[in-house]
C-alpha cells in the first residue's frame, strides 16, 4: 500500500491552490474548477472544494477546523525559504528554529488554518 495524497478540503479552492503554489513553488494541476493537485516527486497535496465531498452528507470534513494534522515539506534551507515566504505569512507559529532532535522547521498556517511545516535535517 503506498500513501497517494493529502487532501484539504476548503471552500476558496483558488485561493488555498495559490497559497501552496506559492509555498512549494509548484504549479498546480487543475483538471477542474473545484479540485487541484501539487505534485511533489513525494506524494501529492490535493485541494478540493466542500462540493466535492457533499454526498458524504453529515460525514463530510468539516473546513477550516483541522487541529491535529501537520502538512510537512522537507526543504533544503529553512531559513531561505522563510525569507522567500514571509510575505504571505500571516500566521507564523515558530519562525526557524532548530529542534531538539536536530531539524530545523518553522511552521505556520495556511488560509484556512493548518498549520504547514518547512523543515530541513542535520547534515551529515
Do not use: C, K
Request: proline share 6%; hydrophobic share 45%.
Amino acid at each position: 500500500m503506498d500513501l497517494a495524497s493529502i487532501r484539504i478540503i476548503t471552500h476558496d479552492v483558488d485561493r488555498l491552490t495559490r497559497f501552496y503554489e506559492e509555498v512549494t513553488g509548484i504549479t498546480a494541476i487543475r483538471p477542474v474548477p473545484v479540485f487541484a493537485e501539487l505534485r511533489t516527486a513525494s506524494g501529492i497535496l490535493a485541494i478540493a472544494s466542500t462540493a466535492t465531498v457533499a454526498a458524504l452528507g453529515n460525514n463530510a470534513p468539516q473546513t477550516a477546523s483541522n487541529n491535529s494534522i501537520i502538512i510537512e515539506f522537507l526543504v533544503r534551507d529553512v531559513d531561505v525559504e522563510f525569507d522567500r515566504l514571509h510575505h504571505v505569512l500571516d500566521n507564523v507559529a515558530l519562525r526557524p528554529t532548530t529542534m531538539p532532535w536536530g531539524n530545523r522547521s518553522t511552521l505556520f498556517r495556511d488560509p484556512d488554518g493548518n498549520l504547514v511545516n518547512l523543515f530541513s535535517r542535520p547534515a551529515p
